[in-house]
């Protein structure tokens, strides 16, 4: 597993997760600065939207009106380009951006891409509804950090506050004794509540926004990338088959069709022995027959490389032990599926990964050993291959494991190599499976 060269990939460690309170104090501040910020962004973005759409619509019969209403769904892009930057932030998670269409054809055409687009209308949809929730938010905010701050603070201000007749406090408006101390008190208890509540309420709030966003803002963007995603592993698929069926001519061209070939011709001479020498006709046909078996012995090699009798029969388990027993390189098997079998496009690529890498590890790699371990990881299937040999094997189009990716990405799998020079090497590959 030499013959293939590019630059192995780097995966840098994630940092360290932060303690509980910290990343709980690291949370508040970002949903209040999101709460924040929205507040007057979705000010600007519902003034001006709602006036762009309303001058637009009452001129459409001008025309004028389409103008207008293609230059106010391009100015709702940038508050919703600001939402889709916090919404990582605020969710916890990496949010798809979707692709506008791009303008193209004549100047009208242009003009009206931004009409034809469903995802402008879904950003001037989100400059409207979202007005109120980000009051909510702003509100919720603005009066819970200041009934905490206020409150467990009061102690140090209560002396500047007025206090004659006509001044009531809280404790005296709901008919009990007042007193420095009882007020300090009591107000400092208010600010603790309101602390202890800040975190969840900022949380519900900016969470409520954020989701609201997160339909409007990403959800095409996400069909948009399953598209994306379906369709690469289409491309995959047609590209490993005709990856497949090259190798596959070549192999029928080199081995049994020159046996057969060769088998030809060895008939013909044959007939044209039998009356002059039978003893060389008989050696003949003793090669004929030489060459016979070879040939089905290929053939037979060649359709266990295509779909295996005994993978369809008896299943994956036994099919790895087949394909482990013939390899020429030593190989410690070990086996854990559950008890269903599994799905045959999972079984299939399974079987087609492992052989694959045994017949690189015989060609390649120089290895004495080699093991196979076959298991499932939660919602998935690993297969992992690992020999002993000089290593220096990466992924590369045009080769053999570029081939085995394509053909994991066929069926939503990946494949990671692991193989530094002076080895080992250790190929992983993972298949989302069912039973």
Request: charged share 20%; aromatic share 6%; proline share 7%.
């Amino acid at each position: 597993m030499t013959d293939i060269a590019v630059l192995p990939t780097v995966t840098t460690p994630p940092p360290p997760p932060a303690g509980p309170r910290r990343a709980l104090l690291r949370q508040l501040g970002v949903d209040t600065a999101y709460s924040f910020v929205s507040f007057p962004v979705a000010i600007a973005a519902f003034v001006l939207v709602v006036t762009g759409l309303a001058v637009g619509a009452g001129l459409l019969v001008i025309w004028v009106g389409v103008a207008v209403l293609a230059a106010t769904l391009l100015a709702a892009r940038g508050p919703a380009a600001v939402e889709r930057s916090w919404l990582p932030l605020v969710l916890g998670r990496p949010v798809p951006h979707p692709a506008y269409a791009r303008a193209d054809g004549g100047r009208l055409r242009r003009l009206t891409t931004p009409l034809r687009d469903p995802q402008c209308w879904l950003d001037a949809l989100h400059a409207v509804l979202r007005f109120p929730f980000a009051i909510l938010s702003f509100v919720v905010a603005v009066t819970f950090w200041a009934g905490a701050l206020g409150g467990l603070t009061y102690g140090l201000w209560d002396w500047a506050l007025p206090d004659g007749r006509d001044n009531e406090d809280l404790l005296e408006l709901m008919g009990f004794d007042t007193g420095t101390g009882a007020r300090i008190a009591f107000y400092t208890l208010i600010g603790l509540v309101f602390a202890v509540l800040l975190p969840f309420a900022v949380r519900g709030t900016a969470l409520l926004q954020a989701q609201l966003g997160r339909a409007l803002l990403t959800s095409r963007a996400a069909t948009q990338a399953e598209l994306g995603r379906l369709a690469q592993g289409r491309d995959a698929a047609v590209a490993a088959e005709a990856v497949a069926l090259r190798r596959l001519e070549r192999d029928i061209h080199d081995g049994p069709q020159q046996h057969l070939v060769r088998l030809g011709m060895d008939l013909s001479r044959v007939q044209r022995q039998l009356e002059r020498d039978p003893a060389a006709a008989r050696a003949t046909l003793g090669e004929a027959a030489g060459l016979a078996k070879e040939a089905l012995e290929e053939l037979r090699a060649l359709s266990r490389g295509i779909a295996p009798p005994v993978l369809a029969d008896r299943g994956l388990a036994a099919a790895l032990a087949a394909v482990a027993a013939r390899s020429p390189v030593p190989v410690e098997l070990s086996v854990d599926l559950p008890q269903p079998r599994l799905a045959p496009a999972v079984e299939n690529t399974a079987y087609f990964v492992v052989s694959e890498a045994l017949a690189n590890v015989a060609k390649h790699s120089g290895a004495t050993t080699c093991q196979v371990v076959v298991v499932m990881a939660g919602p998935a299937l690993r297969v992992v291959v690992e020999d002993d040999g000089t290593g220096g094997a990466v992924l590369a189009p045009g080769h053999g494991l570029a081939g085995l990716a394509d053909r994991l990405l066929a069926v939503d799998g990946v494949l990671t190599v692991d193989s530094p020079r002076g080895g080992p090497t250790r190929l992983v590959a993972e298949l989302p499976c069912r039973s």
